[in-house]
């Protein structure tokens, strides 16, 4: 065995790590995982081994090293659209109610979170169909709404913010009818316009932590991020969602993820050819 391969006794100490710091439940067999996405930090921190490097993460009295390893371990795999059908939904199912209520004066702001947001093309995804919703919806306005979206990893974060892609992220997803109205070219990237980024809020957010400070929303997105997660803290994220919806708010989560067993609060419907889900705490047991 090379000195450099990781022990049982250290991929079990790092793998409790990253579960207790952000988690992420890395199975057994995942030890290169663990061995290729942390190697660089370990060199850089003058670590021989795996399990001095876990030391030395244990031990830190600053966040930094910590934040690093979250960073390395998160998987932002993304792209514009992702699915089409929860975006369809958005669109068609779940803004005309709540501005509705706008015109009626029964309320001024429809609040939208993007739990996990990577590196932007969600967020960014979800203020073009609220645009696009308010060019044939007359009185409604880019001012009624506001996106707050979320993501654990610093750099991802900090990709979002900037709102700057290259040609490879562009040809993901995005229309050519969406590039051209919402982006334009800045030398060899693509920026996002400021009107999208007017409407979102990014925010560093581990969701371990209470959701309450968040405030209330109507819709939350939260896709591909839970699949990495064990059953309980599942639950717990679940459970703190649907105490974060507002009455009969709406819950998007992607088609590889389950409620079933885990958030029996919320009630599956369908549309367009894919589910989400209504909140209802009043009727637990809605699942069926």
Not at 45 to 68: E, I, V, W
Not at 150 to 173: H, Q, V, W
Not at 180 to 188: C, I, L, M, P, Q
Not at 195 to 205: A, G, P, R, S, V
Request: some cysteine.
């Amino acid at each position: 065995m090379s000195p450099d391969a990781i022990t049982t006794t250290e991929f079990k100490l790092l793998r409790d790590y990253i579960e207790e710091h952000c988690g992420i439940c890395l199975g057994e067999g995942k030890a290169y995982l663990i061995e290729t996405r942390l190697a660089g930090l370990m060199v850089e921190n003058g670590c021989p081994d795996y399990g001095s490097f876990y030391r030395l993460a244990k031990n830190a009295g600053t966040p930094q090293l910590r934040d690093k390893i979250i960073d390395a371990m998160t998987t932002n795999e993304t792209l514009w659209f992702r699915d089409t059908h929860p975006f369809t939904t958005l669109a068609e199912k779940l803004l005309p109610p709540l501005t509705d209520e706008i015109l009626r004066g029964g309320r001024f702001r429809i609040r939208i979170w993007s739990a996990a947001c990577s590196t932007g093309q969600e967020p960014y995804s979800l203020a073009m169909v609220i645009h696009e919703y308010c060019r044939t919806h007359p009185g409604i306005l880019p001012s009624h709404f506001e996106i707050l979206a979320t993501d654990i990893s610093p750099s991802a974060l900090f990709l979002a913010k900037a709102g700057r892609y290259d040609e490879n992220a562009m040809r993901r997803g995005l229309p050519d009818e969406m590039r051209a109205r919402y982006f334009h070219s800045d030398g060899s990237v693509w920026k996002v316009n400021e009107e999208l980024k007017n409407l979102i809020t990014y925010k560093k957010f581990n969701l371990q932590e209470p959701m309450d400070p968040l405030g209330r929303f109507d819709i939350i997105f939260c896709r591909y991020v839970t699949i990495y997660f064990a059953e309980d803290f599942k639950k717990k994220i679940f459970d703190g969602m649907a105490r974060a919806l507002a009455p009969s708010g709406h819950l998007v989560v992607s088609a590889v993820e389950s409620l079933r067993g885990i958030a029996d609060q919320f009630l599956p419907l369908t549309y367009s050819g894919g589910l989400y889900y209504q909140c209802d705490l009043a009727n637990p047991g809605g699942y069926r």
